[in-house]
C-alpha cells in the first residue's frame, strides 16, 4: 500500500512547493486536482508538461493520479459527448505525462432514473476503455454524488468489463449512506484500484465537519487494516478539501499529521 496525496488539500501551493512538501512529509505520491490552485483541465495540463515532468518521478514522489470534474450522468447528449472528447483527453495526457489513474465522477440523476443513470455512465466508460487500455492509463468511477454508495458503483461496473475500469472508494461517502466496511469491500474489492480517505463529524443539523485523521466517525483506521489484510497494493491518497473547505486546518497541519497516523496505523499491523 502508498500514500498519496491531493494537491485540493493545498490550493495555495505553487507546483513547487507541491512537490517539495510531498517529498519532506514522505508521500509516494501526488494526485493532481489542483495545479497552481486552479482545477486541472487538459490545457492547464498540456501548458504545464514541462513542469510535471521536472517536479516528479525519477526518485520524487510520482504523479500518480488525474482528478477530474467529468461527470457521466448527464442527460444531455452533446453534453456527453463533450465529456467523452474531454476524458479521451485526460486519458491521452495521461499516458504522455505518465500517470496511471483518471478519476471520473457519475453526477446526478433524479429519484427516478437511477437505471438510466447506470446506464448511461456504463456506456460512457466503456467508450473510453479501449483507448485507457491501450494507453495503459486506469480510469476509475468514484463513489461521490448519487453514486456515493458502492452497490451503484459496482451496478456500472458489472456492464463494463475491462481491465481499465476500476472503482474508486472515497471513504466518507459510503459510510455516511450508511454501507459498512465490510459491505463497500463486498461490493468493489475485484475492482478496487485508488482510494480517498478522509475523516468527518457528523453535525446536529446532519451535515458534516471534516476533521484530522482519526478524530471523526468515518472507519478511516479500519479501512486502513481491511486494504492492508488483503493485500491492496494501490494508492491510499489523503484528500483534504481545503479547496472548497477553507474554514479547516491548513495544509501544513493537516497534510503530515494525515501521513503520520497512516504511516502509524500501518506500522502497528506488522
Known amino acids: 500500500m502508498k500514500i498519496g496525496m491531493s494537491t485540493l488539500?493545498?490550493?495555495g501551493w505553487t507546483l513547487e512547493r507541491v512537490a517539495e512538501a510531498a517529498a519532506d512529509y514522505g508521500y509516494d505520491g501526488v494526485e493532481l486536482r489542483l495545479l497552481d490552485g486552479e482545477i486541472i483541465t487538459p490545457a492547464l495540463l498540456r501548458a504545464n508538461e514541462s513542469r510535471l515532468r521536472t517536479?516528479?518521478?525519477?526518485?520524487?514522489?510520482?504523479l500518480i493520479g488525474l482528478g477530474t470534474s467529468i461527470r457521466l450522468a448527464v442527460?444531455?447528449?452533446a453534453e456527453r459527448e463533450r465529456n467523452h472528447q474531454t476524458l479521451l483527453e485526460f486519458i491521452r495526457l495521461a499516458h504522455e505525462i505518465g500517470v496511471p489513474t483518471v478519476r471520473v465522477?457519475?453526477?446526478t440523476f433524479s429519484p427516478d432514473d437511477e437505471a438510466g443513470a447506470i446506464q448511461r455512465v456504463a456506456e460512457?466508460?466503456?467508450s473510453c476503455a479501449t483507448e485507457a487500455e491501450r494507453a495503459g492509463v486506469t480510469v476509475a468511477l468514484e463513489t461521490h454524488d448519487d453514486f456515493s454508495r458502492s452497490a451503484l458503483v459496482a451496478a456500472v461496473l458489472e456492464q463494463v468489463r475491462s481491465s481499465a475500469v476500476g472503482a474508486l472508494w472515497d471513504?466518507?461517502?459510503p459510510f455516511r449512506m450508511g454501507e459498512s466496511v465490510a459491505q463497500v469491500w463486498a461490493h468493489l474489492a475485484n475492482r478496487l484500484v485508488h482510494v480517498h480517505i478522509k475523516d468527518a463529524r457528523r453535525r446536529p443539523d446532519g451535515?458534516?465537519?471534516?476533521?484530522?485523521?482519526?478524530?471523526?466517525e468515518v472507519p478511516c483506521r479500519e479501512i486502513v487494516r481491511a486494504l492492508a489484510m488483503r493485500g491492496f497494493g494501490g494508492y491510499v491518497v489523503v484528500e483534504w478539501e481545503k479547496k472548497w473547505h477553507?474554514?479547516?486546518a491548513e495544509p501544513e497541519v493537516a497534510l503530515p499529521q494525515h501521513i503520520a497516523v497512516l504511516r502509524q496505523w500501518i506500522a502497528d499491523l506488522v
Open 75 to 77: 442527460n444531455d447528449p
Open 124 to 126: 460512457g466508460l466503456r
Open 171 to 173: 471513504c466518507h461517502h
Open 105 to 107: 465522477f457519475g453526477g
Open 207 to 216: 451535515g458534516w465537519d471534516l476533521v484530522l485523521l482519526g478524530e471523526g
Open 9 to 11: 488539500g493545498c490550493p
Open 246 to 248: 477553507p474554514e479547516i
Open 55 to 62: 517536479l516528479f518521478g525519477n526518485g520524487r514522489p510520482a
